[in-house]
C-alpha cells in the first residue's frame, strides 16, 4: 500500500533496479569495497596529462559523497579516485573527501575553491546553519559541481524524494531522477558547441548509454545554459520502460548545463551512474574542464539560454557586460528594477544602497537586512535570470569593523565591485578587504564640490598610487563631460585602474546636459566604446544609467540597448 503513493517516477527508479539486480550487486560491492585494483589501472591510463587551464593558485576541491536513505551509487568511489588522480597529475587540484556534514562550517569551508556533490541522495544534512554557510559559499563565489543523483540531494528520498531545501535545488539548477534503463542509448547534441567545457567533444554530438535523468522544475532555460541534451531527433524516445515523469512537453532534456549564482560558477551532468565512465578518457577530460571551471581557473560563458541573443554572445566573447544601473530606476523599488532589467532582455544590472526593496520589504537595500531579507532578494534576481554585478554604496567606513560589515554584506550578494566615495584615509582598510574578500572598490565620481578627491581621473590616480589593483575608477562620464572632461582622453589615463563604468551620451557637454540615447548626443559613445576595446579594458559591467525622463524612459533605454550590441558586434568583427 505504501508504494502506491510513491511518485510514478520513483515507482520506475525501483523496478528499474529489479531489473538490474546482477549490475546493482555489483555496483554495491564496488561501492563497500572501494575501487579494485583492475579499475584503478584503467582510471590511471584514461587521465589527461595536463590541465585544460594554468591553476592562478593551488586549488583545492571538496568532494562529498554522503548518501541518506539510499545505498549509494556504484560509481562513487570510481569518481572519488579518478578526481583525485586527476587532480594530482594535472597539477590543476588537490582534493579532501568526506561525509561529514561538519565539513560545511564556514571555517572549513572557506578552505576549498568548489565543492564537488558526487552522486549523492536523500537530505544530507538538516542544520539551517550549515546550508545557510553553503550557499553563502557559493553565492559569494565559490564553485559546485553535481553529478547525476545529486539531483535529489536534499530530498527526504524514503518519502517519495520529498523536498527539503527548495533553494538548493535553484542553484543546482533541477530536480528529479525519473530515467529509462540503465544502459539507454541516446544521441547527444551539444547545445554550445564552442563552449570551454565542450572542447573534448570537438564541436561533434556523441552517442552514449547510461542512466539519464529527465529533471523538472526549476530546471530552465531562463536559469541555465546548457551545454548538452538528448538529441530527440535521433534518439528513440520510446525505449522501454516508460513511465510519468518520463516526457517533457516542452521536448528539452538537458543533461548537462553551467550557471552562475550570484558570483558562485556552477556545473551539472546527469552522466555518472556508472563506474566505467570515470574511467572513460574523453568523459574525464570533459569533468576536469568543469572541475576547472567551478576552481574559478577556467572562465566560461554562464548567460542562460534563454538570453543568449547574438549580441550577448558576442560581448560575452569580448568579456563585456551590458547591465542596468539601479540608479536608472531609484524612483522604483529594487524588485520592480529587477523586473525591468529582464524585460529590457539584459543579465545584469547593479545595486544602490538607499534603494527600497520591495513593497514586502520597505527597507533601504543595505547591510541592515537579515538574512532571509537577502535570501527573498537572490530568489527574485534568480526568478528574473539577472545577476548583480556592482553594487553603490556611499563613504564604506575606514574602521575595520564597519568595513568588515559592509564587505559581508556584499560577499552574501554576490557582489563583484563596489562603487563608493569613502574618505581618502579609509582606503588602507578598504585596500584590505578588497584583498581578503576579492571585490573590488571603484572609487565613483560626482561633480568636483561633491567629490573633492575623485571628480577627475588625476584625484583617482593619486588615491589608488601603490594600492591594489583592487582599487580603481567607477567612472561616470555624465559627470565627467559636465566637468569638461573628455571621456576618451580619462580612459587613456585611468587604463588598468577603469574598474567598471556608467555610461551617459548628453544632449550637450555643459553642466546643464541631460541623458539622451547613446550615440545620439555631443558625447562620441561610439568612440568611447572603441577606445575601451582598443585598450582591452573589460570593466566589471557597462552600466546603463538613464538619468532623464525617470517615468518614461525605457524607449530611450532599449535604443542605448540597441547601439551598444551594434557598436560591440562591428568591433569583434575581424
Known sequence: MKNKCLPK????????????????????????????????????????????AAPAKPRKLLIF????????????????????????????????????????????????????????????????????????????????????????????????????WPEFAIMLGGRGAAHKAADEHVF???????????????????????????????????????????????????QAPNSGGLVRADD???????????????????????????????????????????LGDLPAPTVPSNKLTPSIRTQEQMGWRLGIEAYTFHKYTLFEAIDKTAQLGLPYMGGLSFQKVSADIPKNFDPKLTDDELKQIRLKLDAAGVRMLTYYYHAIPGDPEGCRRVFEFARKMGIETFMSEPAPEALD?????????????????????GSPHYWNPEGIL????????????????????????????AAGMLKERLLT??????????????????????GQTEAFLKEIHRLGIQPTMFGLEYSYNWFESMPEIAESIQFFNRVSQELATP
Not at 520513483?10 to 579494485?36: E, F, K
Not at 549564482?261 to 574542464?289: E, K, N, S
Open 9 to 52: 517516477w520513483l515507482l520506475l527508479i525501483l523496478c528499474c533496479s529489479v531489473a538490474t539486480a546482477a549490475w546493482m550487486t555489483a555496483a554495491t560491492a564496488t561501492a563497500q569495497g572501494g575501487v579494485t585494483p583492475e579499475q584503478r589501472e584503467k582510471i590511471e591510463a584514461a587521465i589527461p596529462g595536463s590541465a585544460v
Open 188 to 238: 547527444v547534441k551539444l547545445d554550445e558547441p564552442a563552449h570551454p567545457i565542450n572542447q573534448v567533444f570537438g564541436g561533434q554530438g556523441f552517442e552514449y548509454r547510461s542512466e539519464f535523468f529527465r529533471v523538472h522544475d526549476p530546471y530552465s532555460r531562463d536559469r541555465v545554459q546548457v551545454l548538452f541534451s538528448i538529441d530527440t531527433q535521433r534518439t528513440d524516445m520510446s
Open 429 to 449: 582598510t578598504i585596500e584590505q578587504f578588497c584583498d581578503e574578500y576579492q571585490i573590488n572598490v571603484a572609487l565613483h565620481n560626482h561633480d568636483q564640490q
Open 462 to 489: 593619486k588615491a589608488c598610487q601603490g594600492r591594489s589593483p583592487r582599487i580603481g575608477a567607477c567612472a561616470d562620464l555624465g559627470y565627467w563631460m559636465r566637468a569638461g572632461i573628455d571621456p576618451i582622453q
Open 252 to 294: 528539452d532534456y538537458a543533461l548537462a548545463w553551467v550557471r552562475n549564482y550570484g558570483r558562485g560558477r556552477v556545473f551539472y551532468c546527469t552522466i555518472g551512474h556508472q563506474p566505467a565512465i570515470f574511467w572513460d578518457p574523453t568523459m574525464l577530460q570533459f569533468y576536469l574542464a568543469a572541475a576547472q571551471f567551478a
Open 501 to 522: 563604468l556608467q555610461l551617459h551620451d548628453l544632449n550637450e557637454r555643459t553642466a546643464t546636459g541631460h541623458d539622451v540615447p547613446w550615440g545620439t548626443g555631443a
Open 65 to 164: 559523497d554522503l548518501n541518506v536513505g539510499y545505498g549509494g551509487h556504484g560509481s562513487i568511489p570510481t569518481a572519488n579516485l579518478a578526481f583525485t588522480l586527476m587532480g594530482q597529475k594535472t597539477g590543476a587540484f588537490q582534493t579532501v573527501v568526506s561525509r561529514d556534514p561538519a565539513v560545511f562550517q564556514p571555517d572549513s569551508l572557506r578552505q576549498f575553491d568548489a565543492v564537488f556533490f558526487n552522486n549523492n541522495v536523500g537530505n544530507l544534512f538538516e542544520d539551517p546553519a550549515l546550508r545557510q554557510s553553503l550557499i553563502e559559499f557559493v553565492y559569494g563565489g565559490g564553485g559546485l559541481m553535481g553529478v547525476h543523483g545529486t539531483t535529489v540531494a536534499f530530498t527526504r528520498w524514503t518519502e517519495g524524494a520529498r523536498e527539503d
